[in-house]
C-alpha cells in the first residue's frame, strides 16, 4: 500500500495558522477558545446527521481537550473529534478492548457506517486526519507535553500521542 504523504506545505500553513488563531502565543497558548465554542456549538448539523447514522453520544470534556467528542455506536464503537482549532477531525474503530484504530478516506475495508461518517464530515469540511498526520511536530508549547504533536494541537493538549503502528 501507497504511504500517504503527512502534509503539503499549504495545508501545514494552514494548520499553524488555524493554531495560531485560537492559541494566540505559541510559546503561552490560552485555550479560552474551546470554552466560546463549547457554548457555541457550532456543529450540531453534522451531530444531528450523525445521529442518522448511528446511535450518538456527547462524550466532550474541555476541561482536558480542545474538540467535541462523539461515541458512535451501531454494530461496533467508533469516535469522531472534532476540533475546536479549525475544520479537523478524527475517525476510529473503538476495538473490543479499547484499542483505537484511526480511519480515514481512502482506507481499505471500510463499512458502510464508516463511508457514511467520511461522507458528512467531508461534505461539511472537515478534515479526516491520518495517524501519521496526528503524529507530526506542531510549532506550540503545552505545559507537561515535551513533544508536542498535531494531535495535542487540536485535540488534546494533556494527551500523549503514540503511532499505535
Given at each position: 500500500m501507497k504511504k500517504r504523504a503527512t502534509w503539503s506545505w499549504q495545508a501545514r500553513r494552514e494548520l499553524s495558522q488555524y493554531i495560531q488563531n485560537a492559541y494566540g502565543e505559541k510559546d503561552a497558548p490560552r485555550r479560552s477558545f474551546a470554552a466560546v465554542a463549547l457554548r457555541c456549538h457550532p456543529y450540531q448539523d453534522l451531530v444531528n446527521d450523525l445521529a442518522g447514522v448511528a446511535s450518538i453520544q456527547d462524550d466532550?470534556?474541555?476541561?482536558?481537550?480542545?474538540?467535541?467528542?462523539?461515541?458512535l455506536e451501531s454494530q461496533r464503537l467508533h469516535l469522531v473529534r472534532l476540533s475546536m482549532v479549525g475544520p479537523y477531525a478524527t475517525f476510529a474503530r473503538v476495538g473490543k478492548s479499547g484499542s483505537v484504530e484511526f480511519i480515514f478516506p481512502n482506507k481499505p475495508g471500510l463499512s458502510e457506517i464508516e463511508s457514511s461518517v467520511i461522507r458528512l464530515l467531508e461534505k461539511r469540511g472537515f478534515r479526516i486526519l491520518s495517524e501519521e498526520q496526528l503524529a507530526a511536530d506542531a510549532d506550540l508549547a503545552l505545559p507537561d507535553i515535551q513533544n508536542v504533536k498535531v494531535y495535542n494541537a487540536l485535540f488534546?493538549?494533556?494527551?500523549?500521542?503514540?503511532?499505535?503502528?
Open positions: 466532550t470534556d474541555i476541561n482536558c481537550d480542545v474538540c467535541f467528542s462523539y461515541i488534546s493538549p494533556e494527551e500523549e500521542f503514540f503511532l499505535t503502528k
